[in-house]
């Protein structure tokens, strides 16, 4: 067993991880950093995993930082190496190889894993999930170029949606299956969930909802060929994607005492009940400037946010981070959709102002003349705008009319307003893109 000694360990290599050890640098240009990650590939962008799946190519086109990111930035990555446990009294980290890390600081930057059902045939070969990038090549190597195959999305979520664009793009049939009553149930209201189903049936894509697949079939040793719902229902298919979401990867704090509710829980410093340990990302149950509590928020810019939180304060500059809401940006078969903070209303106390016309949508939600949710439909280019609102917490009740109006823009805000937004750096109109556990 080797033992290597840091001042800074980051277990994870996504978008927290690479937030910290920037913020880390920021501070401190000389402390021992490490990167530790169980996958074998450089920082990417999990977002384009379906657009790798769509137009497999080079992993450069997917990278999120340079591929020499962490020699400049003078960070050990180990790469391919699971961390198995830690050891938050001794302050260590004990890796698959056989390698102890000791640290002064801690980062968990794990990310989630997918949530697998508990369905007979769940073991059979050519039966995915579609979280990594190991599963869109393991997706992709499965095709046969001589044949048009069908595949049975269980899920349709985010995940769902986003792997049934790539599959049909490579030329299969797809059939999604959703427990609920509607896709894009958790991220959508039902006007904008409706689009995109009009949108996924255009595309060919057969949507069945209400219905959950009991059993995955094989008529051969170990293949699949179809798929049994609970009511009793046979579907065809050569391929099954389990796409119904992804939990938090808690098995390193398993155990250590530190806090935990759904995710790891942390304060608005990022650091968990457990001094000197910090959390990020998907993992994290952070703060919510919407709901003002800790929930998860399971999406890109909040988890580089977040890690660069915990990075500064790793490096001995308090920083407080500021909340982030859910938050998505979607794209798929053509229409683009915005939602932030609550898409329904949950209770009368709330306002809602819709405007459609002509194929968009506009909605906000307010409570006490701030924002507390939008959903942008057709045209979201200036969602931005309206989401940033929110974030500040700004009071909208004069000018609430026209966060929906065809004609919003900077101009329709208060001077006082529109001047500071103005005065900011260069920043988008449109929200990032982000997908759930990516």
Same mark, same amino acid.
């Given at each position: 067993?080797?033992?290597?000694?840091?001042?800074?360990?980051?277990?994870?290599?996504?978008?927290?991880?690479?937030?910290?050890?920037?913020?880390?640098?920021?501070?401190?240009?000389?402390?021992?950093?490490?990167?530790?990650?169980?996958?074998?590939?450089?920082?990417?962008?999990?977002?384009?995993?379906?657009?790798? @799946?769509?137009?497999?190519?080079?992993?450069?086109?997917?990278?999120?930082?340079?591929?020499?990111?962490?020699?400049?930035?003078?960070?050990?990555?180990?790469?391919?190496?699971?961390?198995?446990?830690?050891?938050?009294?001794?302050?260590?980290?004990?890796?698959?190889?056989?390698?102890?890390?000791?640290?002064?600081? @801690?980062?968990?930057?794990?990310?989630?894993?997918?949530?697998?059902? #508990?369905?007979?045939?769940?073991?059979?070969?050519?039966?995915?999930?579609?979280?990594?990038?190991?599963?869109?090549?393991?997706?992709?190597?499965?095709?046969?170029?001589?044949?048009?195959?069908?595949?049975?999305?269980?899920?349709?979520? @985010? =995940?769902?949606?986003?792997?049934?664009?790539? !599959?049909?793009?490579?030329?299969?049939?797809?059939?999604?299956?959703?427990?609920?009553?509607?896709?894009?149930?958790?991220?959508?209201?039902?006007?904008?969930?409706?689009?995109?189903?009009?949108? !996924?049936?255009?595309?060919?894509?057969?949507?069945?909802?209400?219905?959950?697949?009991?059993?995955?079939?094989?008529?051969?040793?170990?293949?699949?060929?179809?798929?049994?719902?609970?009511?009793?229902?046979?579907?065809?298919?050569?391929?099954?994607? $389990?796409?119904?979401?992804?939990?938090?990867?808690?098995? !390193?704090?398993?155990?250590?005492?530190?806090?935990?509710?759904?995710?790891?829980?942390?304060?608005?410093?990022?650091?968990?009940?457990?001094?000197? =340990?910090?959390?990020?990302?998907?993992? $994290?149950?952070?703060?919510?400037?919407?709901?003002?509590?800790?929930?998860?928020?399971?999406?890109?810019? #909040?988890?580089?946010?977040?890690?660069?939180?915990?990075?500064?304060?790793?490096?001995?500059?308090?920083?407080?981070?500021?909340?982030?809401?859910?938050?998505?940006?979607?794209?798929?078969?053509?229409?683009?959709?915005?939602?932030?903070? @609550?898409?329904?209303?949950?209770?009368?106390?709330?306002?809602?102002?819709?405007?459609?016309?002509?194929?968009?949508?506009?909605?906000? =939600?307010?409570?006490?003349?701030?924002?507390?949710?939008?959903?942008?439909?057709?045209?979201?280019?200036?969602?931005?705008?309206?989401?940033?609102?929110?974030?500040?917490?700004?009071?909208?009740?004069?000018?609430?009319? $026209?966060?929906?109006?065809?004609?919003?823009? !900077?101009?329709?805000?208060?001077?006082?307003?529109?001047?500071?937004?103005?005065?900011?750096?260069?920043?988008?109109?449109?929200?990032?893109?982000?997908?759930?556990?990516?």
């Amino acid at each position: 067993m080797t033992v290597k000694k840091l001042e800074y360990l980051i277990i994870g290599n996504s978008a927290g991880a690479i937030g910290a050890a920037e913020a880390i640098r920021e501070a401190d240009t000389a402390g021992t950093l490490a990167i530790v990650s169980d996958e074998p590939y450089p920082a990417y962008s999990r977002p384009l995993i379906s657009d790798y @799946l769509a137009h497999p190519g080079p992993i450069d086109r997917m990278l999120y930082r340079k591929p020499d990111f962490y020699e400049k930035n003078g960070a050990r990555a180990i790469l391919g190496d699971k961390a198995l446990k830690i050891n938050p009294d001794a302050r260590t980290a004990a890796l698959a190889s056989g390698l102890m890390l000791t640290w002064e600081h @801690l980062l968990l930057a794990t990310g989630g894993t997918p949530i697998v059902p #508990n369905t007979e045939g769940i073991d059979l070969k050519n039966v995915f999930t579609f979280n990594r990038l190991d599963d869109a090549k393991a997706i992709d190597a499965a095709f046969n170029p001589h044949r048009r195959l069908k595949a049975v999305v269980i899920g349709g979520g @985010l =995940i769902g949606v986003s792997v049934t664009e790539a !599959l049909m793009k490579r030329g299969m049939d797809v059939v999604i299956v959703e427990m609920k009553d509607r896709i894009l149930n958790t991220i959508l209201d039902e006007e904008a969930s409706a689009m995109e189903t009009t949108a !996924l049936l255009l595309a060919g894509v057969t949507i069945i909802t209400g219905h959950t697949v009991t059993r995955i079939n094989s008529n051969l040793r170990g293949e699949v060929s179809g798929v049994t719902l609970d009511d009793g229902r046979l579907i065809h298919c050569e391929m099954v994607i $389990a796409a119904i979401g992804v939990r938090p990867r808690l098995d !390193l704090v398993t155990g250590t005492g530190i806090k935990t509710g759904r995710g790891i829980t942390v304060d608005r410093h990022m650091e968990t009940s457990e001094k000197d =340990i910090y959390a990020c990302g998907d993992v $994290a149950e952070a703060f919510d400037f919407v709901t003002g509590n800790n929930r998860l928020t399971p999406i890109w810019p #909040n988890a580089y946010e977040g890690g660069r939180v915990a990075g500064l304060n790793m490096a001995g500059q308090p920083t407080e981070y500021k909340g982030g809401t859910a938050m998505n940006a979607l794209k798929y078969f053509g229409v683009n959709v915005v939602s932030a903070g @609550l898409v329904v209303s949950p209770d009368n106390s709330y306002e809602t102002l819709i405007n459609r016309r002509d194929g968009i949508y506009r909605k906000v =939600i307010l409570k006490n003349g701030k924002l507390a949710g939008l959903i942008y439909a057709g045209d979201i280019e200036k969602s931005g705008i309206v989401y940033n609102l929110m974030k500040d917490g700004a009071d909208v009740s004069a000018f609430k009319q $026209a966060l929906v109006a065809d004609d919003f823009g !900077l101009a329709s805000l208060p001077e006082s307003l529109w001047r500071s937004k103005l005065a900011r750096p260069a920043a988008a109109e449109k929200p990032a893109a982000a997908v759930t556990g990516h």
